[in-house]
């Protein structure tokens, strides 16, 4: 036999309050709306829930034994409702999101610093990952969102939204002196001790595709898992660091290393946020991709 939720709903109403005035508040419908339902549901069940009284309504036998197992599930579903409400109100939650090292460092940090400020209840889980592994975790549904760098588009079914442009270089330290100021040919690379991230990152295919197309293929001396590494690596002499310039500017500052020049400037990328329309986004998630849209937005006026 199906039992209307709704009947049962007000049914769990009306026994609480002991009034069908009450139940009706309570429901925000009107008493005959009440009176129907109760006498429906006591149709299909064909037995009496409730004695009416001058005073109000209460339950039969029959009506005691309904009301222990109704009055579990609505209290599950009110419970269940409430869960709901706090995390539309961000007061709990969580935020899962991909971003690779520097995405995080030079990008998200200081947003994700903002939002907990705000909503300190929220848990917040980033998967530490290059470009590729991250939006691969984004098409299946593994996280709210990413920030990647491109090249990204070999992901068809994923919006990337501009955040800043970022630029790679080419640094050494004090042994390479002699190639301060020169204005080099990116063939010469082929001939120079080089450092470079792993192949499956972005920066990396994005630096093979470039100097391909300029018929220079690099061996490079040491293949590394972090641009951190490659930039000590740099600074000690080890060789000519590629990164992501960021990562180097602190050690370019104080002189330790330098940017090599080429007769043709590496052209610049970009930082995006990666989102993927078919797959729900929590609500903490929503509200700080509405917090990353603003400042895009404000970027972009005052630009």
């Known amino acids: 036999m199906d039992i209307s939720l709704e009947y049962c709903r007000v049914f769990y109403h009306v026994a609480r309050s002991g009034s069908i005035t009450l139940a009706a508040r309570q429901l925000c419908i009107s008493q005959p709306a009440v ?41 599950s579903i009110l419970e269940g ?18 971003a690779s090292d520097m995405t995080l460092e030079f990008y998200l940090l200081s947003y994700l610093e903002a939002f907990h400020e705000r909503y300190p209840n929220i848990k917040v889980i980033v998967s530490n990952a290059p470009t590729p592994k991250t939006m691969a975790s984004l098409c299946q549904g ?7 760098t491109t090249p990204a588009e070999f992901f068809e079914e994923v919006d990337l939204a501009p955040v800043r442009e970022i630029h ?23 001939r120079l001790p080089c450092i470079v991230l792993e192949g499956n990152t972005s920066t990396r295919t994005f630096t093979d595709a470039f100097l391909e197309e300029r018929g220079v293929k690099l061996a490079p001396e040491f293949e590394l898992a972090t641009s951190d590494m490659v930039v000590q690596f740099a600074s000690r002499n080890m060789g000519v660091g590629c990164v992501v310039e960021d ?19 590496m052209p610049g990328r970009q930082m995006c946020v990666a989102t993927c329309p078919r797959n729900p986004v929590s ?3 929503k509200r700080l991709l509405e917090m990353l849209g603003d400042e895009r937005r404000t970027d972009t006026a005052g630009g």
């Open 81 to 98: 409702e409430k869960a709901l409400k706090k995390m539309q109100d961000l007061d709990v939650g969580e935020i899962r999101i991909g």
């Open 247 to 265: 990562f180097a500017k602190e050690k370019l500052r104080s002189g330790e290393l330098f940017c090599l020049e080429f007769e043709e400037e």
């Open 168 to 190: 790679n270089v080419f640094v050494a330290g004090e042994k390479f002196l002699s190639l301060k100021g020169r204005r080099l040919g990116y063939k010469e690379l082929e």
């Open 283 to 285: 609500p903490a998630g």
């Open 35 to 75: 009176s129907q339902a109760v006498k429906q549901l006591e149709e299909a069940l064909k037995c009496r829930l409730f004695t009416r009284t001058s005073k109000g309504v209460y339950l039969t036998k029959e009506g005691e034994v309904l009301f222990g197992y109704v009055e579990r599930g609505v209290d």
């Open 142 to 148: 593994k996280i709210d969102f990413g920030v990647v």
